[in-house]
């Protein structure tokens, strides 16, 4: 049994043995020509770059796609953050004392001028009313009887009858109570005044805010926290500053009449809000800051400005008449500055430094200097031009064509 176990494990070792050297066999066979192999395919791929790179700077033409300089109108702007700010805030105060009977309007709610807001006791100024009528009532009658009275007096003192001292005497009279008319009709307008007070009502159109005063308190004309505050939102006003240095624009544009173009935009930068106009601009510069404040006014009807809101003010102050334009995708920037491939008749390009003036719109980019219009710009493929390069103008039409063919196969 134990001579059984040893000539097994011989067995077995002897088929390990020579499955190793089976497989040394063929490494050793193979190691060489993978080498070989190796460097073979290394030195094709390190030469083959080479030299076609090289035969395509020189024989081939690189694909990109160009784009034409023309003239357009662009619009010079100034951008500024603004603060929005309601165009009139009144803070509604009672004008008489008394009891705050009822209040009419809710919080938040829009209101229009001299819609009733609150209603405070009239019934001490309709009792005073009552009282001064009552007085001009008895002051008429006093007022008849003593006309009556110097009626007779001048009759008797033609008559020689009546003394001079006791006709002048009637005549006092009757401008005694002539004069307590007047009080008393004084008196009684006064207390329609505090009767009409006692209803109040909005001064202007706005939004009512949070109710200050609850039903039933007292209220009086001193108070001065009020008992709501109204907001003029539509139109709404937007504030900013600008430097001094834009003043010359500024200035001969708004003091003869005109308004200038501004767009609210979102904090973003992204979203539009509103179109509205500058009108107004400070009467003195900010010497901490060397700025002038302008006001812009929106009609904000879809109350997309809310007050205390911060927005981009975009305000036009001119036109550049009919200035060079390219597609904004042929704009280069280095740190020599700006600069554009532009495509020569020979199908060569040339890089050109350029002078930008304003963006128009996302798509296009006015130059101030370096382009005229008509010359061709490369777009697309900068990347893999130099000065002199040769380029091959690929069109949209092409470039779609191509990809058709691809995805077909």
Known sequence: MTKTSRVRSLLKLF??????????????????????QGGGHGGRRHGGGSRPAGAMMVSGATPVHSGTATRADVPVYLSALGTV???????????????????????GQNVVAGQLLAQIDPRNYEATLAQYQGSLSQNQALLNSAQMTLARYKKLYAQDSLSRQDLD???????????????DEAQIAAAKLNIEFSRITSPINGRAGLRLVDAGNMVHSS???????????????????VPQSHIPVLIQALHHGQSMPAT?????????????KVQF?????????????????FDNNDEALYPNQFVNIRLQTGTLKQATVIPSQA?????????????????????????????L??????????????????????????????????????????SGSAQAQ
Do not use: C, H
């Not at 382009?371 to 710009?377: I, S």
């Open 15 to 36: 088929i390990l043995v020579l499955l190793m050297l089976i497989i040394a066999g063929v490494v050793w066979r193979l190691w060489p020509q993978g080498q070989e």
């Open 85 to 107: 700010t309601a165009n009139a805030t009144v803070t509604v105060t009672s004008r008489v004392d008394g009891q705050l009977m009822k209040v009419y309007f809710t919080e």
């Open 169 to 183: 005497s009637q005549i006092a009279t009757v401008g005694q109570y002539s004069g307590a008319i007047k009080t």
């Open 223 to 241: 108070d001065t926290t009020g008992i709501v505050t109204i907001t003029q939102t539509q139109p709404v006003a937007v504030t900013f500053s």
């Open 264 to 276: 609210a935009i979102d904090q973003e930068g992204k979203r539009e809000l509103a179109q509205g």
């Open 281 to 297: 601009i400070s009467n003195a510069i900010n010497t901490d800051t060397g700025t002038i404040e302008l006001k812009a006014l």
């Open 331 to 359: 704009l280069q920037l280095s740190s020599d500055g700006s600069y554009v491939f532009v495509i020569n008749n020979d199908n060569t390009v040339t890089r050109k430094a350029v002078q930008t003036g304003p963006a």
């Open 361 to 402: 719109g996302d798509e296009q980019q006015s130059i101030l200097s370096g382009v005229a219009p008509g010359d061709n710009v490369v777009t697309e493929g900068v990347d893999r031009l130099t000065n002199g390069s040769k380029v091959a103008i690929i069109s949209t039409q092409e470039e779609s064509t191509t």
